[in-house]
Structure formats: structure tokens, C-alpha cells
């Protein structure tokens, strides 16, 4: 492990396009910052430790909040928002920081592949990742429990988790005694956004897709099945780690931290070989909130 950097801050920002995040800053920092895009019914807030524990590391970055969410662009209506409102979101975000890196998982996982394919981040890092069109993401387990919420995905109503669905696919790597702090900041998501991404309508062109990326999927993942980071590593030429003994909520469980480790040591390998976009520090724009 690390020794970690004690010149690191924590501050709230919220960037010109209403998305507002959590930022850690690292004094004089010599490495690029990260982008971190969290995933369905979540928040910044699931990045918390991974993101700490990047910054101690001398990697300074943003975990957002996708519009909707408390603190972020406010919307009307939840249910109907798309996912090109979400790469919207990101992208408007990645642009402010100057070509970041970005680090997304599972519905952000897709996100960061759209803003690879848009060339506005020097590196990807896809964590148990929603796929683009052309990789299925149905599973027995998955269909099974979106049945219930067909209603909400065709009629694109704000799509609400159960706590059964969420320790089942989400949180099944996590002791018993953290589901209920994780449950309760769990929030609506779009059904709109949901459909699309179970019909895999989302489409990613792979040659634009130039920058390094890395794949990571997690070998008891019930919710989106390890075979697709396989297929996403297999898309892009990208490596591809795949962990045993993790489920879906890989940035949060336990043993998260060797993750976060090798994702560290991936970059810096990926990086320090990426000619002019590589190692050079960036910054962190935004108004403090």
C-alpha cells in the first residue's frame, strides 16, 4: 500500500453545466485528475474511499453527481431522462478538467466509454461496466428481477430500487451489516435510462476509442456478468482484470482496496507511455460549494 500524501482537501464544486460533485485536491499534484461517474440509483458518494484513497496517492479528482441527484441540475421528471442527458453531464464535466481521466462504473462505465469515443479523457477505466450495443446484458438473475419494473422502464417512470433487488445484484459481496447504510442513500433512477440500457441502444464506435483502457469485472458480478467486461476488454484491445471473490459493488466491498491499487498502477503504466497526454498534472475547475 501507499504511504499516503497528508496535503489533500475535500471540497464540494459544482461545474458550469449545474453538475455538482465532490472534489480532492492534492497540493502540488504531478499527476492528472480523475473523473470518477458513479452508476444506476447512485451518487458521487460511491466512490467515497476508492476516491480518498486515489487522492493520498497524489491522484486528485472529481466524483459527480449525475443531474437529479441531491445538490446536482435538478429535473423535473427523473423517469424521463436519457443517457445521452447522462454522457451530457459527464462530458460537459470532463471538458472543464482538461481531459481527465475517467473512472466509471457500471451505468458510468458506459458513460466513460462515450467520453473515450469523444477523445475528452486521456484514460479509461471501466469498473464492472454497462456495455454499448452489440454486448447483451441479460442474465437469468437480471431478467428475472426486471420483470417488476417493467412498468417503469416502458413508460419511462422513475425506476425505484428494492432492497431485495439491491442485496441480491448490488450489494451481495458486502457483509449483511453495512445493507442498510447503503440502502438508504440508494436514490430513483430513470427508467428511460434503464431501458436503454437493457435493450442496448447505446452505441459506441470502438475506432474512435484511441485512448488506453482498462477493464475490470468481478467474477460473482449478478448484475452485470463478468463475460461482459471480457467482451468490453475484447472491443477496445484493452486489459482486462477480473477479480474473484467480488461482486458488482467492487469500488465499496471488501478488498476494494487492492482495486484501487492496481487501477493506480495500471495508470501509471498506461500513462507514462501515452506521449503528450500522459503524466502532466491537470486541474480542477468549478465553484466551490
Not at 25 to 46: E, I, K, N, S, T
Not at 158 to 183: C, I, Q, S, Y
Not at 200 to 216: F, K, N, T
Request: hydrophobic share 45%; with cysteine; glycine share 12%.
Amino acid at each position: 500500500m501507499p504511504s499516503p500524501i497528508t496535503t489533500t482537501t475535500t471540497r464540494r464544486v459544482t461545474f458550469e453545466n449545474g453538475i455538482a460533485g465532490t472534489a480532492t485536491d492534492v497540493a502540488d499534484a504531478a499527476r492528472p485528475p480523475v473523473l470518477y461517474v458513479h452508476g444506476m440509483f447512485g451518487g458521487a458518494w460511491m466512490f467515497d474511499a476508492f476516491q480518498r484513497w486515489m487522492a493520498a496517492c497524489g491522484w486528485p479528482g472529481v466524483a459527480i453527481d449525475l443531474r437529479g441527484r441531491d445538490g446536482s441540475r435538478p429535473v423535473d421528471d427523473i423517469g424521463r431522462v436519457s443517457m445521452r442527458d447522462h454522457v451530457d453531464d459527464a462530458l460537459g464535466v470532463a471538458r472543464a478538467m482538461g481531459r481527465p481521466i475517467v473512472v466509471g462504473h457500471s451505468m458510468g462505465g458506459l458513460i466513460a466509454q462515450k467520453l473515450a469515443e469523444a477523445d475528452a479523457v486521456r484514460a479509461a477505466v471501466l469498473l464492472c461496466a454497462a456495455p454499448p450495443r452489440g454486448i447483451s446484458v441479460a442474465s437469468a438473475s437480471l431478467l428475472a428481477r426486471q420483470l417488476k419494473h417493467a412498468p417503469a422502464l416502458l413508460l419511462s417512470r422513475p425506476l425505484v430500487p428494492t432492497r431485495g433487488d439491491a442485496e441480491a445484484l448490488m450489494f451481495n459481496r458486502v457483509p449483511p451489516a453495512e445493507h442498510d447504510a447503503l440502502f438508504t442513500r440508494l436514490v430513483p433512477e430513470s427508467g428511460r435510462a434503464g431501458l436503454e440500457l437493457s435493450l442496448g441502444l447505446i452505441a459506441v464506435d470502438a475506432r474512435r476509442v484511441r485512448c488506453p483502457v482498462l477493464s475490470v469485472a468481478a467474477s460473482d458480478d449478478r448484475f452485470l456478468a463478468p463475460r461482459i467486461g471480457r467482451a468490453l476488454a475484447a472491443r477496445y484491445h484493452a486489459e482486462l482484470r477480473e477479480y474473484a471473490e467480488h461482486g458488482h459493488f467492487i469500488i465499496g466491498e471488501p478488498g476494494w482496496e487492492r482495486v484501487a491499487e492496481e487501477v493506480a498502477g495500471w495508470l501509471e503504466c498506461a500513462l507514462s507511455g501515452a506521449g503528450g497526454q500522459g503524466l502532466e498534472a491537470g486541474g480542477i475547475s468549478g465553484t466551490a460549494g
